[in-house]
């Protein structure tokens, strides 16, 4: 949920999920997943790296409603 | 399947940790010629505290204003880190690198100047007696650090995470790892090794109830604190819990952008509380505002709130930009929160607690002298994961004068250490054991266990009973470690950051206990001893692993000439 992967958009290159500094993001098959949502930091490193601009940031409930 | 291949490899420098610290050590030794190995938990170029960028870098530039010089800048480190700081090690690894760590920023490709007006433009807070915080655009600093690191021709281990330090006779021989992504095992011998695995993390109970919602980063949870103690390694700092104020909702850093740039606390009775706490106020020194904070919610004046209300448009601008420096996603979460640039009373709340260091000017960690060894021949430390480096200005010109000396032993080492194999063979068993287990306890719940244990018990005031009923409890959660099971390698890697924060905590306890003082409230704040004692305290409190595995202490005092 953190990071949201526009699958339309995205050309499965991999970079987000190499860079990943909480190993969140991983290739699963030919497409990017965002295995452990739960455990985003929100840092934006994989938002800024996406050579397509295929990464939107998301914040949950829990954090947008205290 | 490679889960438990073998790789073997020797070097001559090895850098535990590629954040900000442990890069410059990887380049400083490259820049010496030797061969250098980085290992790096995620991928160096976005792993560690500065991952989505940073906002600022401390420094006296001597530009001629009477607060810009280096006696004004070790008065001022004297009275914010006082007992935490040995200055002698602060002015080799800190003060006497500092303008080469600049320019290397600016070198590499990093501008920290105003583009506007090309100098640079510095920020006052956080209890210093200038405007001494160069503001700039970081977001790109760890990925132009990676580069150069490669650039030098440095070998990277990215995925894998260090477990177990090698030993031979005394002195630094090794360590092992395994890839967290294909189960691969590393085993390392090195001349040389600098530890740079920051802070620990996800001790304590966060905001949201989400232990990666936190400040620091997430992925530094005490890992070679952990193995560097099982190995004989000093520790010092460790009793330090440390706090800050962050927007309600989302544990991000921009305590000095807000401060720098002229925004103030108030309660919920309108009132600016800082200067109750501290004479100077929003300006500072973090641990006045924090206890300050803490103090007017207690007494029911909360919620508190950032005022920038009276900020001019151009610097509320400004601060929204180098927010973003800070934390790529803040801007877009304030603006999502409903925050617009004009009225603006930005809610914040005392962030979750935190094992590390109780200044911006000192760290906690693996014990160094002025060469930036530990008391392990061969292994030196740098960055959070030391107690003497932290924060981006001291990581980068502490984290090269790391690398410098790392450099230097392992020129003058002719022969590598061997490494016991039945040793290796255990500690591959012991790491890879987890992932055998059909059924058992989760790394969530253990580590919740911990979470709860510490936050009541030392999170962040305590007591002598406090205090050892948290070890009491810490100690008997030694038994449920054989029942961790992990169904991935995912989880393998979590199930070990669990088990080293759980070990880490006990560390914390047992020199919290040691410390019968109070110092820099509210990051070590003994109910049961509610004043500083300079007299029997200022110093460090040193842990140390006994002969029977048990945790000791020893004070070590420093002085101040200043």
Known sequence: MPPVIDQEKCTACGVCGEICPLDVIHMEGKEMEVRYPDECWHCGACRQDCPVGAITIEFPWIMLGV | ???????????????????????????????????????????????????????HFHAYLEEGAPWDTRESWLRYVASVSRGGTNMKVHEAVYCD???????????????????????????????????????FNGKRLKPTMAREVRRLGCQ??????????????????????????????????????????????????????????????????????????????ELA??????????????????????????????????????????????????????????????????????DCRHLTRSDRERLFTTLGYDKDTLPDFLIKKGYNLEGTMIEMTVSEPMQARPSEQCGSGAKIEERCASNLPGLFAAGDASDQMGCLHICVAG???????????????????????????????????????????????????????????????KTETSLKGALEKLNRLDGAISDLKADNLHELMRVHEAVNIQHVA????????????????PYHYRTDYPERDDKNFCGLIVVKKSSDGAISTRFEPLTYDI
């Open chain 2, 1 to 55: 399947m490679k889960t438990g291949e073998v790789h073997q490899i020797d070097t001559d420098v090895a850098v535990i940790g590629g954040g900000t610290a442990g890069l410059n050590s990887a380049m400083a030794a490259a820049e010496r010629g030797l061969k250098v190995l980085v290992v790096e938990k995620a991928m160096i170029d976005r792993s560690g505290a500065i991952a989505g960028g940073i906002d």
């Open chain 2, 156 to 233: 990277v281990l990215d995925r894998v995470q260090v477990t177990h330090l090698c030993v031979h006779e005394g002195e630094f021989a090794g360590f092992t790892g395994f890839n967290v992504r294909t189960g691969e095992l590393y085993q390392v011998r090195a001349k040389a090794a600098v530890i740079a695995t920051g802070n620990t993390n996800r001790m304590f109970k966060a905001q949201t109830g989400n232990p990666f919602n936190i400040w620091y980063c997430p992925a530094a949870t005490g890992d070679l604190h952990r193995a560097a103690f099982d190995a004989g390694v």
């Open chain 2, 237 to 306: 700092n460790m009793e330090y819990v440390r706090l800050t104020i962050v927007p309600k909702g989302f544990s991000a850093p921009g305590f000095n952008a807000f401060f720098g740039m002229g925004a103030y606390l108030v309660n919920s009775l309108g009132e600016r509380f800082a200067e109750r706490y501290h004479p100077m106020g929003d300006r500072g020194p973090r641990s006045a505002i924090i206890w300050g904070a803490l103090q007017e919610v207690r007494a029911g004046r909360g919620p508190l709130y950032m």
């Open chain 2, 97 to 135: 690198e500092r303008m080469a760590a600049i320019e290397r920023i600016e070198r590499i490709g990093i501008s920290m100047r105003d583009p506007g007006t090309g100098k640079f433009y510095r920020t006052q807070a956080l209890g210093q007696p200038g405007p001494m915080a160069i503001n």
């Open chain 2, 399 to 461: 984290g090269y004068a790391a690398g410098k000396a790392a450099a230097g032993y392992a020129e003058k080492t002719k022969r590598l250490h061997p490494v016991d194999a039945k040793e290796r063979a255990a500690e591959k068993e012991r790491v890879l054991k987890p992932l055998n287990r059909k059924h058992g306890l989760s790394y969530r719940e253990f580590e919740d266990t911990v979470r709860i244990i510490t936050t009541d018990h030392f999170g962040p005031m």
């Open chain 2, 506 to 521: 006990k560390i914390t306890a047992t020199a919290a206990l040691a410390r019968k003082e109070t110092r820099f409230p």
